[in-house]
T-cell receptor, first 112, second 114 residues
Framework: DQQVKQNSPSLSVQEGRISILNCDYT??????FLWYKKYPAEGPTFLIS?????DKNEDGRFTVFLNKSAKHLSLHIVPSQPGDSAVYFC???????????FGAGTQVVVTP | DSGVTQTPKHLITATGQRVTLRCSPR?????VYWYQQSLDQGLQFLIH???????AKGNILERFSAQQFPDLHSELNLSSLELGDSALYFC?????????????FGPGTRLTVL
């Protein structure tokens, strides 16, 4: 049962434009959400997180938005850079049960 | 570099065999998590250890087992290997399993079962 879904397997965006990655979840008990970036042959790298008590968290070019009523979160990357080309995973966890539930990932390609 | 190390990087073995994957967490981290990433699936949580004790189990097969040692390194043992066990196995660590603790991932071990 996939509780975290990333419905777009890929996204192509021009350098300098905004990348918007979407993630939906079904478990209303999730209270902590994270985005990870993964390059080939490397492990996932933590990018940004948000607690369910917030609806927005910003870190440099990366902003995560959380809409609890819609069980939806998104990651905005502005401006997109070629080095942002990677697979992005959305993940969620519930309370002190720290196991992360991951989405299937979105491959982002930033073109010059 | 996340500070989490995993060995070996690659492992090729035959069906029916047994292998051990090793993970060293970041300095100071007490929690270790194991994940499996198969070709057609995302990252699947396998098991979580905190300070030597098992804390949570996910979709881990009975043929698989893990432990965390007093020096906090962890090993994932996979036995009676099948072709379908071919995957990337990631270890992650965090300071403690509570609150908004972030997990940091190692580079992974690629297991190929022939």
């Amino acid at each position: 049962d996939q509780q975290v879904k990333q419905n777009s397997p890929s996204l192509s965006v021009q350098e300098g434009r905004i990348s918007i990655l979407n993630c939906d979840y079904t478990n209303s008990m999730f209270d902590y959400f994270l985005w990870y970036k993964k390059y080939p042959a490397e492990g996932p790298t933590f990018l940004i997180s948000i607690s369910s008590i917030k609806d927005k968290n910003e870190d440099g070019r990366f902003t995560v938005f959380l809409n609890k009523s819609a069980k939806h979160l998104s990651l905005h990357i502005v401006p997109s850079q070629p080095g942002d080309s990677a697979v992005y995973f959305c993940a969620a966890s519930e309370g002190i049960r720290r196991k992360l539930q991951f989405g299937a990932g979105t491959q982002v390609v930033v073109t010059p | 570099d996340s500070g989490v190390t995993q060995t070996p990087k690659h492992l090729i073995t035959a069906t029916g065999q047994r292998v051990t994957l090793r993970c060293s967490p970041r300095s100071g981290d007490l929690s270790v998590y194991w994940y499996q990433q198969s070709l057609d699936q995302g990252l699947q949580f396998l098991i979580h250890y905190y300070n030597g004790e098992e804390r949570a189990k996910g979709n881990i097969l009975e043929r698989f087992s893990a432990q965390q040692f007093p020096d906090l390194h962890s090993e994932l043992n996979l036995s009676s290997l099948e072709l379908g066990d071919s995957a990337l196995y990631f270890c992650a660590s965090s300071v403690e399993p509570s609150g908004t603790d972030t997990q940091y991932f190692g580079p992974g071990t690629r297991l190929t079962v022939l």
